[in-house]
């Protein structure tokens, strides 16, 4: 049943349908893991002091430098294991799972290790001050260095569920893991006196239960995937056929992260209300721009899948509707931050000069949100295809060679504010080069028929 099922989804089932049995789960538990993530500023806000809210800000970036892990063998993984289960190449599936999974373990126990062997000079860099330092260090140690390959570990497995039709299940996981901190979160930071230690400790452990949970079903599912965790399994030999794609959404995470951490940098010299403030926005804004990912996450099997199979009118109305579909979502959210923007910060934050600021940032950050969805699905368009090349220049393009040069450039010329009209400029250069290189590889492909 369970093979007819996945036949239906990837090659019968209407597009429409299609997508939205493998996307809405995803975004669902996106949805949550942006709830959860709020969650930590939120309460920590509730304490009314925004040294701590800056120093969340302040590791933030690092942490998501787990996420370009997960990307890198997640993403790469998964994408590969589709295009084989479209070419009927199942048995390659178990090499290629068993990699990436003890493959992502050794590569974020050393992240890990790097990261506490040299906190001190590390949270001097993204702009910890006096007053934010003990609660930066407090924050990185739990959530970074200890719940690091929980962390990563869940989300490369909730790639691999998804690879194979397993939306729902990999959507449970993630939303375990969010629901948890939302629920320990009061109960460590107040109920057990901890204070911004207990925001820390409740994510960490949240992760740690969403991969255990993983685990746990990966095993009650066993005779039912081709997918393998034995390390008896594990070979070389794929890495690069997992790198060639996952580097492009490793790139994303990795480089967005150094954006972010350049903004917050420059932000800092401004004092800590600025940081606070930006920081609070950037997690309202993870509500568009995580539903266009999970909408990514949900459709790209999909694509990889009609790809191998050579089915690509299917794969281009795959793409083509979810990319109106962010777009619609994307826009929505812009109208409803236009308007609610003071309510929105002052829910987060008690501090009137921290609301006022954010309320400016949340409503010019905002006008970004549409293009950058229309751009990002492009490029993990091209990442499902196995066009990793393309989508690697696209993102480092986008994310680097125009990113931190304009941030510097606009800070200097207009200021603070500079800083934040950024991210609208940047999309609107790329769009045209994003769609482009599309256009370029769909009509390849429709001269090889």
Not at 215 to 230: D, G, N
Not at 318 to 330: E, G, Q, R
Not at 390 to 398: D, E, F, M, P
């Amino acid at each position: 049943m369970r093979e007819v099922t996945e036949q239906e989804i990837f090659e019968t089932l209407p597009v429409h349908k299609a997508v939205a049995t493998l996307a809405v789960p995803t975004i669902i538990s996106q949805i949550v893991s942006i709830i959860y993530n709020l969650a930590d500023t939120f309460f920590i806000g509730q304490l009314g002091n925004p040294y701590m809210v800056a120093a969340v800000t302040l590791v933030y970036p690092w942490f998501t430098l787990l996420t370009a892990l997960g990307n890198l063998f997640g993403i790469g993984g998964s994408s590969l294991v589709s295009r084989l289960l479209g070419a009927k190449r199942e048995e390659e599936v178990k090499y290629v799972s068993s990699f990436c999974f003890y493959g992502g373990i050794a590569a974020t126990f050393v992240f890990s290790l790097l990261s506490v062997c040299f906190h001190v000079p590390l949270l001097r860099f993204l702009g910890a001050s006096e007053e934010n330092y003990l609660y930066a260090r407090t924050y990185l140690i739990w959530v970074v260095v200890l719940g690091g390959i929980p962390t990563m570990l869940g989300m490369t497995l909730a790639h691999f569920l998804r690879s194979e039709g397993h939306a729902k299940l990999a959507s449970a996981g993630i939303m375990l893991g969010g629901i948890l901190n939302m629920l320990l979160d009061p109960i460590f930071i107040y109920g057990l006196k901890m204070g911004f230690t207990g925001a820390a400790v409740a994510t960490a452990l949240s992760n740690l239960v969403s991969m255990m949970f993983f685990l746990f079903r990966f095993r009650k599912i066993k005779e039912r995937t081709v997918l393998s965790l034995s390390l008896c399994h594990f070979r070389l030999q794929y890495a690069g056929q997992v790198f060639s794609v996952g580097i492009s959404s490793a790139l994303t995470s990795g480089l967005a992260t150094l954006s972010n951490m350049t903004i917050v940098k420059l932000a800092s010299g401004y004092g800590d209300i600025p940081i606070a403030a930006y920081g609070i926005v950037k997690k309202i804004d993870m509500f568009p721009l995580g539903i266009s990912m999970g909408l990514c996450q949900g459709f790209m099997p999909l694509v990889g899948y009609n790809y191998a199979s050579k089915n690509y009118r299917r794969m281009r109305e795959v793409s083509v509707f979810s990319w109106k579909t962010a777009l619609f979502i994307a826009l929505g959210f812009v109208v409803s931050f236009l308007g609610f923007a003071p309510w929105l910060m002052q829910a987060f934050i008690r501090d009137s000069q921290t609301s006022m600021l954010g309320t400016s940032f949340l409503r010019i950050a905002c006008l970004a949100v549409p293009i950058t969805s229309v751009n990002a699905l492009i490029i993990y368009t091209l990442q499902a295809m196995g066009k990793g090349f393309q989508a690697a220049v696209l993102t480092v393009c986008r994310q680097g060679l125009l990113n931190i040069p304009l941030l510097i450039l606009m800070n200097t010329i207009f200021g603070l504010y500079g800083m934040i009209w950024t991210q609208l400029v940047i999309e609107l250069i790329m769009l045209p080069a994003t769609s482009g290189m599309y256009m370029l590889t769909w009509k390849g492909l429709k001269q090889n028929g």
